[in-house]
């Protein structure tokens, strides 16, 4: 959305060529471009410096992301390039697997711009996994499409001694730098290009279980027996995962989000034994090179250890849907910044009611260093009208 100060202005930028510019935010014309190709020619060449001294300023998002007063509230959804849009179900006939997916640069940017294109969204992630690094640290794993992620499980030291730490990410993910840096040119200022990694110790339920599991019994028992070897594992992975988040970064990524996905199933004591300590080498691996990039840090069922997700030094702590936005100000202050938190089955409601559990989070958060997004990732069967017509609201919410 570009704002004008008035009509005479725009047609004058119209004529000359000329970018419009955020800086004219105020009373005035609203200008919406409605294709995203459009809106992308737009940003890319407000993104020069012109001759009256006009730029466009950073995306949306990634303002909101730093603290920044924004004109209205981002919004993005996780998991939103994928299974329930029509448009990544045809490309899975030609691509059938999820690695060739996410690792044919050409495939994964599209797959990656296809929700901003169809929705208008604010943040535009990487399409990859949290495993996606792990060949380069010399675990190979794949993804089955029924069942999920399949890998030899690691158990022994000699097993966990294979692992690496990645020296070259470039050269072991040469697909991801090019992904990243096609998107950066593709959405220009329109929107904010994000990228993301696992934390070590969900990582480590996938190297120790396996594959998923429900009840992650092998790595508490590895926790319980042989603490040592699991802490092991965790200090490479958070290595690892550090400098893999700083080569995203440096191709191009503007925003970070970190997923502790499975560390909402420990114990608090577990937690600041197993996860906490491991999430906050990765934090400060990012923070020491690239101090000024916004960082988000979300867990599923983690309303236990919302006070701990902040202390990890991130920027914002993403909710579920399990915890108020004003309980989450009054637990944390307002200093971190929050994120979410609708729940995804909300989106197979009727209109009305999206439209009121959107706005109450929305007016909770009062446009205070919030990002809108859902509290877990979409749903693969969620109906993609109702998707766009989410995303429509809360550009439409003034607050």
Known sequence: MFLLRSAAVASFLLACGLPYSSAFV?????????????????????????????KM????????????????????????????MQEYRELVKKYPTFRE???????????????????????????????TPLPGMGVEFDIKETSG??????????????????????????????????LRKRVGNSATVLGFVGLPFTLATYLVEGGTSSEYLEIKKMMYYNPSLLTAMLENLAENIG???????????????????????????????????????????IKKK?????????????????????????DIVSLD????????????????????NLDPAILYGPEHIIKERTESILKMAKGRHHIMNLGHGIEATTPQPNVKFFVDTVHAFKH
């Open 243 to 285: 400098n893999y988040a700083n080569f995203q970064i440096e191709a191009g990524a503007q925003v970070i989000q970190i997923f502790d996905s499975w560390a909402g199933s420990l114990s608090p004591e577990d937690y600041d034994l197993f996860a906490f300590p491991y999430q906050k080498m990765v934090v400060n691996a």
């Open 101 to 131: 997916r996410s690792e044919i640069p050409e495939v994964a940017t599209e797959i990656s711009l296809q929700p901003w294109e169809a929705y208008g969204v604010d943040g535009c992630i990487l399409f990859s996994d949290i495993l």
């Open 149 to 182: 992620p399949k890998l030899k499980p690691l158990r022994t030291k000699e097993q966990i001694d294979t692992m690496k730490i990645c020296s070259d990410w470039s050269t072991s993910m040469p697909f991801v730098k090019q992904t990243l840096g096609e």
């Open 321 to 340: 849907w399990t915890v108020t936005i004003d309980e989450a100000r009054r637990r944390i202050g307002r200093d971190i910044g929050l994120q979410g």
């Open 26 to 54: 105020g009373s005035g014309l609203t200008v919406t471009p409605k294709d995203a190709r459009l809106r992308t020619a737009v940003s890319a060449t407000a993104s020069r410096s012109t001759p009256l001294g006009l």
């Open 290 to 314: 690239h101090p000024d990039v916004p960082i988000i840090i979300y867990i599923a069922k983690s309303g236990a250890h919302v006070e701990r997700m902040a202390d990890t030094g991130v």
């Open 57 to 84: 300023e950073d995306p949306l998002l990634l303002r909101a992301a730093r603290g920044e007063k924004v004109e209205m509230t981002p919004v993005w959804m996780m998991r939103q390039a994928g299974r329930h």
